[in-house]
């Protein structure tokens, strides 16, 4: 996080259960609080979120923390009105009812390279404030993890106060541009048998699971921490 540090993408990638989104939307901003107040921070769920969404996502946190985005507020703006169509939703004896729409298809992947760059002038003029962005679930959509890792990252990565966190079950190599940036982490099993007694005693104050019980549904669960932390909370309730 020290704005002169080589390091500016994590990659974390791990199977399903492994505590990759518990990081991202628990662990990591709750550290970003306590030690790291000077960096404005937000989580983006790419398996939800297309990229139009992930960009309109970025800018409306950013406007609320009081920052300007002129560029690329004015580019969207003037995107979204542009080109209506007429669309023939029904037809009858009396009349025709018609939508009017703004087409948004055709053009997709242009807008969506004139956003980052517009949202890259912005956010490259803004240098007394640090962003950390926090990307989650990266897999969820080839369209999306390829605008990430091909546009997305390409160019914004050159901005020293800006930080990432990409996580998913798995991540693309990642492109010679910006490879120098990174760092990987592949989250595991946790095998240590101890974390999971400790994890119990802090959560369960009335301790009413038996270390037996705890090493046993941590063996069931072959030692995944997400499928663990499930099964246990479903046992105290």
Wanted: with cysteine; aromatic share 10%; net charge neutral.
């Amino acid at each position: 996080m020290k704005i002169d540090s080589d390091i500016r993408v994590l990659r974390l990638t791990g199977k399903p259960k492994m505590g990759k989104t518990y990081l991202l939307t628990k662990v990591f901003p709750e550290e970003l609080r306590q030690h790291h107040q000077d960096y404005y921070s937000t989580v983006l769920d790419c398996k939800t979120q297309k990229i139009i969404d992930i960009l309109q996502n970025i800018y409306f946190y950013l406007v609320s923390q009081g920052l300007t985005l002129p560029n690329y507020s004015a580019a969207y703006e003037k995107w979204s009105n542009l080109n209506p169509v007429v669309e023939i939703s029904k037809t009858t004896l009396i009349g025709t009812n018609l939508n009017i729409t703004a087409n948004r298809t055709d053009d997709i992947w242009h807008i969506t390279r004139v956003l980052t760059d517009k949202l890259f002038i912005d956010l490259n003029h803004v240098r007394d404030k640090k962003l950390l962005l926090l990307l989650d679930a990266v897999d969820g959509d080839s369209d999306t993890q390829k605008w990430l890792m091909e546009t997305f990252l390409v160019q914004l990565i050159h901005i020293k106060h800006l930080r990432f966190i990409v996580a998913g079950r798995s991540l693309p190599e990642a492109s010679s541009s910006y490879v120098a940036y990174c760092c990987n982490c592949e989250l595991k099993e946790v095998k240590e048998e101890q974390e999971y007694i400790k994890y119990c005693q802090q959560i369960d104050g009335d301790a009413k699971l038996t270390k037996e019980t705890i090493l046993a549904f941590a063996k069931a669960v072959q030692y995944t921490p997400g499928e663990f932390t499930g099964l246990i909370w479903n046992c105290l309730q």
